[in-house]
């Protein structure tokens, strides 16, 4: 017994120092609590912050969640970045209250709290008295919406799937409703077939794609509220060999997307800005002083195989 | 270790007699009940398509399974599993990237998953801990392995090989079903046909009585979570083959899945009682339930309800039925 838990010990101590060692940061004047870096899009926020810091020539740290959906371990990074005393924290928060604790301490030693990508919501942050300097993001709804009004431009008949990401979660559900209701307005012949859970995962998609290809052999068009279920259905639709009757529209646009526009195989993507948001929520953070209504909106793009081919967008330059 | 009476029949017959008569209904009624269920909600169930539909559907989440029912039979667990699957398809999708033909991607694959199966082995093994804590830390490790690898995006474009398993036709039945069939029988001959796959069920029997008539415990351990990693890398073979890409996010919570099959199938978690058919129905009526939520619409609350309502109803049916 002993001989085991003396290893077990030993085994912690070593993946512990091992974790150390692989994650990032030092001291830092800014601290960014992002939700984990392993998808692309918070992995560009990301670099959007380090090039903003780095050209202002401030030091940074940068702490994430090990996925999407750990609460407590993101309140504990938070609470870790707080100790080293930084100038400003710059927090995109996984629920609209989970990182409320680690705000309260930061109100408190007087360091300006950011809302980063629009994760808060301002009713519940002002009942709990926490006070935030500004939030800076794109509008989920208007993502949803430039997808209903690409797929009005291409077809106004015919039936949609919707693809949402994992049920409940607040920017999926955004999307969501911003692209059902602006359809509805815009091109009210078209009908939602079905709205189902992707849980943003690739494998997911890809079977729903192909379970409601069963139901609704004549659908039109798939939108997805995250390009990695786009991309998903698309070989779904691949291996059915229907892409070339269904319209794809996926939300994000990070680098597999792109690639896949350019090259044909996606219709489109509303692409976010999240190279943007990093690097001007970093800019405004140092600069300081009041931010007009306490919100920065950083706008998007659709993302078409002609708009990427002209390449006159000066948004263009800010996809990751 | 589970306690089984052994009647006088299976005395005459020996050792393999009672182990490769263990047969569990609960699967197949499940599947049965619930296809049942699904055909008169919904008139697109029943169809040829629909129905291979789901095999392919459920052939990732099956093929782990399988690997699963050894390793459980054998009186363990592997929680790394989807993490280990998630590597493969990087190592895989990479090497294809950089102009390695596809079945040598695939050879590579194997080799990383049965590696870490191995090491899971042998830690479990050697330092005597329990497999639950091992596994659950090399979950971690190796998806943070696949993310450092893969720099936390998915590698896309694999060639032929990969598109022919995952996407390809064999007379009209789809790749992946077949492949999924091989695996299953292939696995089942090991477990129920073969020394090694009776000494695994003696071992999750009882693990000292094994030890005592010879077995070398350690070496059929690590033999164990080294299947439980090559079905991983099987299982990456086909999710790569679907989705076209090698994605270092793939897999998350899909071990807790191939556990469900497992113990929907009728295989004891307390081993010494496992077959490989019923982890493969056990998959498939995980399979059909998403299936026939998809197909009816169900809107995405009710989905994860009725997911896990269906799940607990196919493992207490046979608990209740020996009861009644």
């Known amino acids: 017994m002993r001989g085991s838990l003396s290893a077990a010990l030993a085994l912690a101590a070593i993946s512990s120092c091992l974790s150390v060692v692989g994650a990032r940061g030092a001291e830092g004047d800014v601290a960014v609590i992002m939700k984990t870096l392993s998808n692309p899009y918070w992995g560009a926020m990301g670099a959007g912050v380090e090039e903003a810091a780095k050209k202002a020539s401030v030091?940074?740290?940068?702490?994430?969640?090990?996925?999407?959906?750990?609460?407590?371990?993101?309140?504990?990074?938070?609470?870790?970045?707080?100790?080293?005393?930084?100038?400003?924290?710059?927090?995109?928060?996984?629920?609209?209250?989970?990182?409320?604790?680690?705000?309260?301490?930061?109100?408190?030693?007087?360091?300006?709290?950011?809302?980063?990508?629009?994760?808060?919501?301002?009713?519940?942050?002002?009942?709990?008295?926490?006070?935030?300097?500004?939030?800076?993001?794109?509008?989920?709804?208007?993502?949803?919406?430039?997808?209903?009004?690409?797929?009005?431009?291409?077809?106004?008949?015919?039936?949609?799937?919707?693809?949402?990401?994992?049920?409940?979660?607040?920017?999926?559900?955004?999307?969501?409703?911003?692209?059902?209701?602006?359809?509805?307005?815009?091109?009210?012949?078209?009908?939602?077939?079905?709205?189902?859970?992707?849980?943003?995962?690739?494998?997911?998609?890809?079977?729903?794609?192909?379970?409601?290809?069963?139901?609704?052999?004549?659908?039109?068009?798939?939108?997805?509220?995250?390009?990695?279920?786009?991309?998903?259905?698309?070989?779904?639709?691949n291996t059915a060999g229907r892409k070339a009757n269904v319209i794809v529209i996926g939300t994000d646009g990070n680098t597999d997307a792109v690639k896949a526009v350019k090259a044909g195989a996606l219709d489109a993507t509303v692409a976010q800005m999240p190279f943007l948001v990093g690097s001007q929520a970093v800019e405004q953070a140092l600069k300081g002083g009041q931010v007009p209504g306490g919100k920065i909106v950083v706008p998007t793009l659709l993302l078409t195989k002609s708009v990427l081919d002209q390449n006159t967008d000066p948004l263009i330059q800010y996809l990751r | 270790m589970a306690q089984t009476t052994v009647s006088a029949a299976e005395r005459r017959g020996g050792f393999k007699c009672h182990y490769a008569r263990q047969v569990s209904w609960q699967a197949p009624a499940a599947l049965v009940a619930l296809s049942v269920v699904m055909s008169v909600a919904s008139p697109y169930f029943l169809t040829t398509d629909n129905l291979l539909n789901i095999a392919v559907a459920a052939a990732v989440v099956a093929v782990l399974a399988v690997g699963m029912t050894f390793v459980i039979s054998g009186g363990g667990i592997d929680l790394s599993v989807g993490s280990v699957m998630a590597a493969c398809g990087v190592v895989g999708a990479t090497l294809v990237s950089e102009g390695v033909p596809g079945w040598i991607a695939i050879l590579a694959m194997l080799v990383v998953g049965?590696?870490?199966?191995?090491?899971?082995?042998?830690?479990?093994?050697?330092?005597?801990?329990?497999?639950?804590?091992?596994?659950?830390?090399?979950?971690?490790?190796?998806?943070?392995?696949?993310?450092?690898?893969?720099?936390?995006?998915?590698?896309?474009?694999?060639?032929?090989?990969?598109?022919?398993?995952?996407?390809?036709?064999?007379?009209?039945?789809?790749v992946p079903a077949v492949f999924l069939l091989a695996v299953a029988i292939a696995g089942h001959v090991v477990l129920k046909h073969t020394r090694?796959?009776?000494?695994?069920?003696?071992?999750?029997?009882?693990?000292?009585?094994?030890?005592?008539?010879?077995?070398?415990?350690?070496?059929?351990?690590?033999?164990?979570?080294?299947?439980?990693?090559?079905?991983?890398?099987?299982?990456?073979?086909?999710?790569?083959?679907?989705?076209?890409?090698?994605?270092?996010?793939?897999?998350?919570?899909?071990?807790?899945?191939?556990?469900?099959?497992?113990?929907?199938?009728?295989?004891?978690?307390?081993?010494?009682?496992?077959?490989?058919?019923?982890?493969?129905?056990?998959?498939?009526?995980?399979?059909?339930?998403?299936?026939?939520?998809?197909?009816?619409?169900?809107?995405?609350?009710?989905?994860?309800?009725?997911?896990?309502?269906?799940?607990?109803?196919?493992?207490?049916g046979e608990a209740i039925w020996k009861r009644s």
């Open chain 2, 196 to 316: 090694f796959g009776l000494r695994t069920l003696s071992l999750g029997d009882n693990e000292m009585s094994t030890r005592v008539t010879g077995c070398n415990v350690w070496r059929q351990k690590v033999a164990l979570y080294t299947i439980t990693g090559a079905c991983a890398a099987l299982a990456a073979v086909l999710f790569d083959g679907r989705i076209n890409a090698g994605d270092p996010t793939a897999g998350v919570m899909y071990e807790l899945q191939a556990i469900s099959a497992v113990v929907i199938g009728g295989t004891a978690l307390a081993g010494g009682r496992g077959t490989v058919w019923g982890s493969v129905l056990g998959a498939l009526i995980i399979g059909v339930l998403q299936n026939g939520l998809n197909l009816l619409a169900v809107p995405s609350f009710y989905q994860y309800v009725a997911i896990g309502t269906i799940l607990i109803l196919a493992v207490s």
């Open chain 2, 114 to 174: 049965c590696v870490s199966g191995a090491f899971n082995g042998a830690l479990i093994s050697t330092l005597n801990i329990p497999p639950f804590i091992v596994t659950l830390g090399t979950l971690s490790l190796t998806r943070g392995i696949a993310l450092l690898l893969a720099d936390g995006k998915a590698v896309y474009g694999l060639d032929w090989t990969f598109k022919f398993l995952g996407q390809g036709h064999l007379a009209g039945i789809p």
């Open chain 1, 59 to 237: 030091k940074y740290s940068i702490q994430d969640a090990p996925n999407e959906s750990d609460l407590a371990a993101q309140l504990d990074s938070c609470q870790n970045l707080l100790t080293r005393g930084p100038k400003v924290l710059i927090a995109a928060a996984i629920t609209p209250v989970n990182l409320l604790p680690c705000f309260k301490d930061a109100n408190a030693k007087g360091i300006p709290v950011i809302d980063l990508d629009n994760q808060l919501d301002p009713k519940t942050t002002e009942a709990e008295g926490v006070k935030i300097a500004f939030a800076i993001g794109s509008n989920n709804r208007d993502l949803g919406e430039k997808a209903a009004e690409y797929l009005a431009s291409k077809t106004t008949t015919g039936k949609v799937l919707i693809i949402e990401g994992i049920a409940g979660n607040p920017a999926g559900t955004a999307r969501r409703d911003g692209f059902r209701e602006k359809l509805a307005q815009i091109a009210p012949k078209m009908s939602v077939v079905a709205v189902l859970p992707g849980d943003w995962d690739r494998l997911k998609a890809a079977n729903i794609a192909n379970d409601t290809l069963q139901t609704t052999p004549d659908l039109v068009a798939i939108y997805a509220a995250n390009d990695t279920m786009a991309l998903g259905a698309v070989e779904a639709l």
